[in-house]
């Protein structure tokens, strides 16, 4: 009569126990990897390719599409698409969408400063971060630098055991009575988060002699000079790989569970599906954390277009395409909050999500009265139910916080735009936007069963 949760570490079997260690340890190393959105990208079409993905262009080059035929797209390097043919593209997609940026701090098109004998580096943040988290903490430094002849060369310094690291300096607690004065908002700002580079002066050079030294070395291990700057990328993210949480090894920390578990969980589900019934489809979108926008955001049209060139190889139009995406049924991949009893006032007990007790349908998300929800349909909702129920998948409802506290949107609005069936379901996380995140084992595994079910 009573409904009750079921906590996914005692609903496995002695197999199904033995895959969510195994998962866990695959997902560290994805995400150790995976530090950027370009290098989540790079990973995610590492491996796709691995498992028989073929590119676009190449299906495009050999002129026909057969059922089970495993196909991605690579938006520039940023956001991708992978896709396993079903009978009828025509007749709607299963589609699990997530993101793969995650926020951090960009550098600055002009970052280089020198001042007390100290070089550092100006950023400018990107997505939600609560700025203080990001001081006194060891940082690494990734993206890509173009020289003045348009050669492209990748950086990427502070993950490996003997590299050295970068740092944001904090106010010492003996000067800070007026910081810590301040609402915690205020107590770091934009503009203090210098990331120190270098500290040792060119010999006899009056004039900025460390800006000058850090220079040449640059020049001599990446061959890149000043004015390269002004046109590359490079983020600062936390130094360091995924690690275990708590002596039994049931969580982990890593950098960017929003939303790099759901690209994870997603991507390990669709490389074991062999020729589905329904087309099956994993997005992993770039710009989500800053509105979706830009040409590797979901706002962006080339998901569309890439179905648009697959239904025209069977000679189908614009129709066809527009069919196809209203008969589809999408999972919006995103995490959500967890309840933490540290702060159970921002949540209401009865409709937050617990960890270990699996993957999260939020019927909707939004803000005050679900403004800018996607409210998904309570008969698409039934039958993900009984899906599950039937593939004994763990899962659990979730609302983002208590109303009027706050919220958050995902990508899930946009996809419901072409008229597809939208819901979001993701792995609760505590510490969400952290420079390290924290997530339970038992509901990456509870998302990979999930994602699975639901793509096959
Ligand atoms: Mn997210
Ligand atoms: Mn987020």
Redesign the pocket.
Known sequence: MFYEKTNQWNALTQAQEKRLWKLAEDYKAFLSRAKTERLANEEILRRAEEAGFVSLDEILKRGKISPGDKIYLNQKGKASVLLVMGKDLEEGMDIVGS?IDVPRLDLKPMPLYEEGNLALLKTHYYGGVKKYQWTAIPLAIHGVVFTKDGQRVDISIGEKEDDPVFYINDLLIHLSADQMKKALSEGIHAEQLNVLLGHRPKKDEKELPVKKAVLDILKKTHGIIEEDFLTAELEIVPAGAARDVGIDRAMICGHGH??RVSAYTSLAAIMEIKKPERTAVCLFADK??VGSMGNTGMESRYFENMIAELLALSGKGELAVRRSFAASRVISA??TVCFDPTFPEVTEKYNVANAGCGIVMSKYTGVRGKAGSNDANAEFLSDLRQLFSKKKVVWQSGELGKVDQGGGG?IAFILANLGAEVVDMGVPVLSMHAPMELISKADLYSAYTAYKAFLE
């Open positions: 993101h929003d939303d989500e954390e995103d995490v995902t």
